[in-house]
């Protein structure tokens, strides 16, 4: 059934596909820190947060299938905004939370609403990447954030288009999210040997773990956007709040250099499916 959804998923971005992210990286545009007197709170315009609204629709027109995805958002990671996001440990440290989260009116189905690509490279550029892809999933009313760990066909292979080539699947983990997420602390991390995924929930921290396979990887991009390949329900709206540095030492990603090729050995893809271990 999975299958079946995610292939009515790429059909129907084959109608109209989104935007691609122009020249900022951030809904909000900014503007500064608030004044110390001013009482309003959010992630809106002069917070001097990053937001970022992302929106699915799905409407018919003349009896053919219309796909609204919105403006894709992405971001390269130069010197200076891997530097911006140092922690003390030297980890490249990314705070994100959820500002809004709707995942369809039908809450007699799972929803799932694929956001996030994560992508790595080594050092030298050469032919391989890999991908940390976050999800928001609802089933039985039940909220949880899944992280898929991923080894891309190709360079710069993505779910926010519809492809032939399939990604080689390292890994799934999963962790069950408060019942209101909203504004709770996320973090993503870059650490010399893994990427990692922190989730504030039911009072205490909970990460998800993807070794690298070297010291030599690094981030290359960043993409927010509503991704295909999962069943998605009309109406879904989720905004995502990103730290400041996202727009001020946004840069557009590093093109690809050469083929992709696998790296090492790696799993075979996953004879189940992330359902099962939900």
Request: charged content about 20%; overall charge negative.
């Amino acid at each position: 059934m999975k299958k079946m959804l995610g292939l009515l998923a790429l059909a129907v971005s084959l109608a109209a596909g989104p935007a691609w992210a122009g020249e900022e990286f951030c809904d909000d545009r900014g503007g500064g820190p608030r004044p110390p007197d001013d009482t309003e709170s959010g992630s809106g315009p002069g917070t001097g947060s990053c937001e970022v609204n992302l929106v699915y629709d799905l409407s018919t027109a003349n009896a053919r299938p219309i796909e609204n995805r919105g403006r894709i958002r992405e971001t390269g990671f130069n010197e200076a905004l891997l530097g911006s996001l140092r922690n003390s440990l030297n980890e490249v440290e990314i705070a994100w939370h959820l500002g809004k989260l709707k995942l369809g009116p039908d809450l007699t189905r799972a929803s799932e609403a694929r956001v996030i690509e994560w992508s790595f490279r080594p050092i030298n550029q050469s032919g391989t990447e890999r991908m940390l892809v976050i999800s928001v999933r609802r089933k039985e009313g039940e909220l949880a954030l899944m992280a898929d760990w991923l080894q891309a066909p190709l360079l710069d292979w993505s779910y926010a288009t519809a492809s032939p080539a399939e990604p080689v699947w390292l890994d799934h983990r999963s962790v069950v999210l408060d019942a209101d997420p909203i504004g709770k602390p996320l973090y993503l991390k870059w650490t010399p040997t893994a990427v990692v995924v922190s989730v504030w929930t039911h009072e205490q921290w909970q990460e998800l773990r993807f070794p690298l396979p070297s010291t030599s990887w690094k981030p290359v991009r960043l993409r927010n956007a509503v991704l295909l390949g999962v069943p998605t329900q009309n109406g879904t709206q989720i905004s995502i709040g990103w730290p400041r540095e996202f727009r001020d030492h946004w840069s557009k990603p590093l093109p690809a250099v050469g083929m992709g090729l696998p790296d090492e050995p790696v799993a075979p893809t996953d004879p189940t499916t992330p359902e099962s271990q939900y």
